[in-house]
T-cell receptor, first 111, second 112 residues
Framework: SQQGEEDPQALSIQEGENATMNCSYK?????LQWYRQNSGRGLVHLILIRSNEREKHSGRLRVTLDTSKKSSSLLITASRAADTASYFC???????????FGTGTRLKVLA | EPEVTQTPSHQVTQMGQEVILRCVPI?????FYWYRQILGQKVEFLVS????????KSEIFDDQFSVERPDGSNFTLKIRSTKLEDSAMYFCADKREADTQYFGPGTRLTVL
């Protein structure tokens, strides 16, 4: 299976703390993208990291990619209540024309 | 900033009826996708489309489903005879080459 898996499935933290979510995948990828989804809403793109990159930053977001372990992590620093959402990784597998989404991490940031 | 748009935002239909979900991709993007998300579950790939033909489709995308780009701008997903289990959010997405995939806001399909 090429399905991505995120862990933890759910995460509850206090405002101001950091949140780390992980994503694992199965085979070679071209790139990996992280998305945020608020309840019942659309998918908002956060960061794309290519297979030849190891780390990317965007504001309070930091994404790492370890191709040897076939895993990626998303770190949200200094979290805010507005960061409460589900976070998904999506992998663009080499030789395919599709993205496979992980199962998602539900993040709850308590004010 | 250009956005992917989808219509309608919510579609209610009777089982067995045909539905057409519409998407307007970002104008200079070349690759188009449909995904669905059953309530509370993860996003599932349905089909990808490039150069006016299907590039890849999942096992979900059976003969009841079809896609087309009728006028060079709109990108549609048709479900010929809806089933109860087709109830889901349907997302259109697009991208340029090896680039970010942008999603539309989704159409919530409810099959009664």
């Amino acid at each position: 299976s090429q399905q991505g898996e995120e862990d933890p499935q759910a995460l509850s933290i206090q405002e101001g703390e950091n949140a780390t979510m992980n994503c694992s995948y199965k085979t070679s990828i071209n790139n990996l993208q992280w998305y945020r989804q608020n309840s019942g809403r659309g998918l908002v793109h956060l960061i794309l990291i290519r297979s030849n990159e190891r780390e990317k930053h965007s504001g309070r977001l930091r994404v790492t990619l370890d191709t040897s372990k076939k895993s990626s992590s998303l770190l949200i620093t200094a979290s805010r209540a507005a960061d409460t959402a589900s976070y998904f990784c999506a992998t663009d597998y080499s030789g395919t024309y599709k993205y496979i989404f992980g199962t998602g991490t539900r993040l709850k940031v308590l004010a | 900033e250009p956005e992917v748009t989808q219509t309608p935002s919510h579609q209610v239909t009777q089982m067995g009826q045909e539905v057409i979900l519409r998407c307007v991709p970002i104008s200079n993007h070349l690759y188009f996708y449909w995904y669905r998300q059953i309530l509370g579950q993860k996003v599932e790939f349905l089909v990808s489309f490039y150069n006016n033909e299907i590039s890849e489709k999942s096992e979900i995308f059976d003969d009841q489903f079809s896609v087309e780009r009728p006028d060079g701008s709109n990108f549609t997903l048709k479900i010929r005879s809806t089933k109860l289990e087709d109830s889901a959010m349907y997302f259109c997405a697009d991208k340029r080459e090896a680039d970010t995939q942008y999603f539309g806001p989704g159409t919530r399909l409810t099959v009664l």
